[in-house]
């Protein structure tokens, strides 16, 4: 009676867990943002943002939400390193890219790397979060800016790519506007904190349903 009780206990609270990476151009705030997702979240609070420095390599956090474990790999930016990215996306189960909505001469650049993630094939069924980082800041983009400077830029980009191989790029926009007919954009300041429950919400909502849907998938 003992081991069936306790194993009903067991399988009442046992948590599912889930991997979440972080990605973005160096100086994004990817860290500022775990550190912060870390006090909101755990009894141990994170770093205050005047201890971190640039990640080399990774940083790790797991939080603990109903029956859900939701384990943060915090990927360094900087573009020396971003090829080790790739290593990460067979395993995750949900991407958050960071943008830094303050910086806006460094936009270009960050949607040259986004796009390449939007459309990474390993993670093409992957709930993908985009947060516009630094909303603190009134030199900020906002929500709705970053969505249409992204379309801006891609549009560019698809103008260019058209002279020079027309199929290609007209596949590669098929794949692409489904993506971002899903693709989330949410406005947080991993500094002050504001918005970042929310995402957190988004991404336990997010990692539930694409379970099931796979559940369903394979019982089908
Ligand atoms: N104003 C403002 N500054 C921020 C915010 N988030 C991060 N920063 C600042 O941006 C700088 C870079 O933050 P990090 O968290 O180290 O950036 P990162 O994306 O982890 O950078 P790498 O580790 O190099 O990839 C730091 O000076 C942070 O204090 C924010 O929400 N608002
Ligand atoms: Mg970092």
Redesign the pocket.
């Known amino acids: 009676m003992y081991h069936l009780l306790k194993g009903f206990h067991e399988y009442l609270t046992r948590k599912e867990e889930f991997s979440v990476i972080i990605i973005?151009?160096?100086?994004?705030?990817?860290?500022?943002?775990l550190e912060k997702i870390k006090t909101l979240y755990n009894e141990t609070p994170g770093l205050s943002?005047d201890k971190?420095?640039?990640?080399v390599g990774q940083n790790t956090g797991k939080i603990t939400l109903p029956s859900t474990i939701l384990q943060f790999w915090?990927l360094?930016?900087?573009r020396g390193i971003r090829n080790i990215w790739p290593k990460y996306y067979d395993d995750c189960h949900a991407v958050v890219f960071?943008i830094d909505a303050?910086d806006r001469e460094r936009l270009g650049e960050g949607w040259e790397v986004f796009d390449s993630v939007l459309s990474a094939p390993q993670i093409l069924e992957v709930p993908l979060l985009l947060l516009a980082?630094?909303?603190?800041?009134p030199l900020s983009l906002s929500v709705e800016e970053i969505r249409t400077d992204y379309e801006d830029w891609y549009q560019h980009k698809l103008g260019s790519a058209r002279r020079d191989r027309f199929g290609e790029a007209e596949m590669a926009a098929a794949t692409r506007r489904e993506r971002l007919a899903s693709l989330d954009v949410m406005g947080?300041?991993?500094?002050?904190g504001t918005g970042v429950r929310a995402a957190v919400d988004w991404l336990f909502l997010r990692v539930q349903n694409s379970r099931r849907e796979s559940q369903k998938n394979s019982n089908e």
């Open positions: 973005g151009l160096d100086g994004a705030g990817k860290t500022t943002l943002p971190i420095g640039p990640t915090d360094g930016g900087q960071v303050e980082n630094k909303q603190d800041s947080v300041s991993a500094l002050e």
